[in-house]
């Protein structure tokens, strides 16, 4: 009781830090912070005696992942580093995580944290492991053992081989990183069109193909299973990296038009294949106890998240905006169920959530305005999107486009049952679902909005991603008919210099400002320039 009372002491003689105290009485805001054009903060956020030293812990807990990175693997990492160009993008995770969390206060800043700390956890082992048993760095002990996949083919079916390591082969050059560092994949863009790649292709899939022709992929396992998901620019980026890295690879290409029922047994087929071509390749026998031990942890994973999109129905979710959108993302397409540590954070994170929910505590000291649903891939993050729109704009991003994954359990007892359920849950992954395989999923988006009681849809303009452009004034018209606030954000995804993160600002400044007549919560945040940032 004294101890909150010195606390509350201390917090009000020094309110005047705070960057929102500051934008609140007109003396400044976040933007304060910055050296002009960078991401460089001149001082870490002050946000009170209890939630700097919560984050303060974080940026330790982080920072001893990082150490242990380094400690596993010294001469791999070393060796990385001097090969790999993306290697010294993940030295900006830090000014990253700190970004993305910004105004973050209270119990959405202690769930944000877990969650990342989760993400910095799972990807710091990764990089070490997978830099200890490349090839080009001379290889190790597991090398053969593992199974580089498609980043947006869910591993979790893989897991039925017992002695093999599934592994999302794009993650690390391109997938993660892209949304750390804006300054990376615009050199593998380069290095693809240079190859004489047309230049108006979807930038993700042309930066990994630059990736390839760069020799820029780890060289790990002895067998490639590739994808067509998302669409047909994944489809020609895996020819691509077929071709350059050159193992054997199945292609595993779902049905497009997932949600017909007809198209289900053509999708468990493929996996049926994928796992007989692993068979072969490997030398190793599937183990369905080994299967259904893992997807038990992925129904613990799904059950958790639709528990948690009924606190994202109401104002007092204690997850919210990128610390809810990056985590599904990863722990859904990357984690899939085959790391227990994510469940103990889901646990964890459902608590505080209950909690909140029983305290009526709202997210951002209730300074929300507008909620929205985000239709939003890459770009939303290393332009820090759903963060600044809240702290600029007062709007709140409830769930974006990429946690909407499939959410279907697996039957964990009967092959045949789990196979098929595999292949629903394998369909509807990272992009598929709203951006490509026919109009229903598109039009889902305002049941989606709908749903989760948002009065906002923003859609991410991706000015390369063909399957979206033909839909454009079709969600205009829709969102008018409807009565939703929409706005259109364009990007070019992994390539900042076509559209910068201030011109995406823009799109939203100008309809707040023109179309809602709305003033700025934090004046600082409206126009800056950032382009030189990580
Ligand atoms: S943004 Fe569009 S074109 Fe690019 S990978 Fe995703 S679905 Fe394909």
Redesign the pocket.
């Known amino acids: 009781m004294m101890f909150d009372k010195v606390i509350a002491a201390v917090d009000k003689k020094l309110e005047r830090f705070d960057p929102i105290w500051q934008a609140e009485n007109g003396v400044g805001g976040q933007r304060d912070r910055y050296y002009d054009k960078t991401g460089v903060a001149k001082w870490r956020e002050w946000r009170g005696v209890k939630d700097t030293m919560v984050d303060y812990g974080a940026w330790l807990k982080n920072l001893a992942s990082m150490a242990m990175m380094v400690a596993s693997a010294p001469i791999p990492c070393l060796k990385g580093f001097w090969e790999y160009r993306w290697m010294g993008s993940y030295l900006g995770t830090f000014m990253f995580i700190d970004r993305l969390f910004e105004g973050f206060r209270g119990y959405e800043l202690v769930t944000a944290h877990k969650c990342m700390h989760a993400i910095v956890r799972s990807l710091t082992k990764k990089i070490a492991f997978c830099l200890s048993n490349d090839r080009r760095l001379g290889g190790g002990k597991d090398t053969d053992r593992i199974v580089p996949m498609d980043e947006v083919l869910p591993p979790l079916f893989m897991m039925g081989f017992k002695e093999l390591v599934p592994f999302p082969l794009q993650t690390l050059p391109e997938f993660i990183i892209c949304d750390v560092d804006q300054h990376i994949e615009p050199y593998y863009i380069d290095v693809a069109e240079s190859f004489g790649l047309p230049a108006d292709v979807?930038s993700?899939?042309a930066a990994e193909t630059g990736v390839a022709l760069d020799d820029a992929f780890p060289l790990i396992g002895k067998a490639m299973i590739s994808t067509n998901m998302?669409?047909n620019?994944?489809e020609a980026t895996s020819m691509f990296q077929r071709r350059r890295i050159g193992m054997p690879d199945f292609p595993v290409t779902l049905a497009m038009i997932h949600n017909e029922p007809g198209a289900h047994p053509y999708s468990t087929q493929m996996l049926k294949d994928a796992i007989a071509f692993v068979e072969k390749e490997y030398g190793v026998k599937y183990d369905w106890d080994n299967l259904f031990k893992y997807a038990k942890l992925m129904n613990e994973q799904n059950t958790i998240e639709l528990e948690k999109w009924d606190y994202f129905k109401t104002p007092y979710s204690a997850l919210c905006g990128i610390a809810e959108t990056l985590y599904r993302l990863y722990a859904w397409a990357s984690v899939n169920g085959t790391d227990p540590y994510f469940n103990k954070v889901d646990r964890q994170v459902i608590k505080i959530m209950r909690k909140a929910y029983e305290e009526k505590k709202e997210p951002f000291g209730g300074r929300t305005r507008h909620r929205a649903f985000l239709w939003g891939?890459s770009a939303v993050y290393y332009t820090d999107f759903p963060t600044w729109i809240q702290n600029c704009w007062g709007i709140n991003i409830v769930l974006n486009m990429d946690s909407t994954m499939g959410h279907n359990m697996i039957n964990t007892e009967d092959p045949d049952e789990a196979i098929k359920d595999l292949a629903l849950f394998s369909e509807k992954a990272t992009?598929r679902h709203h951006?490509?395989g026919g109009w229903d999923n598109v039009n889902a988006i305002w049941e989606w909005a709908k749903n989760f009681n948002c009065d906002m849809v923003l859609m991410n303009d991706?000015i390369?991603?063909?399957?979206?452009l033909g839909v454009h004034a079709l969600m205009e018209e829709q969102a008018r008919d409807l009565g939703f606030h929409f706005i259109f954000i364009e990007h070019d995804?992994e390539d900042c210099r076509t559209v910068s993160r201030q011109d995406m600002r823009n799109c939203v400044n100008g309809y707040m400002s023109v179309v809602l007549g709305e003033e700025p919560l934090d004046p600082t945040l409206v126009e800056f320039d950032d382009s030189d940032a990580y």
Do not use: E, I, Q, T
């Open positions: 979807c993700r899939c998302p669409c620019a994944s891939p992009m951006a490509v991706n390369a991603c063909k399957g979206m995804l």
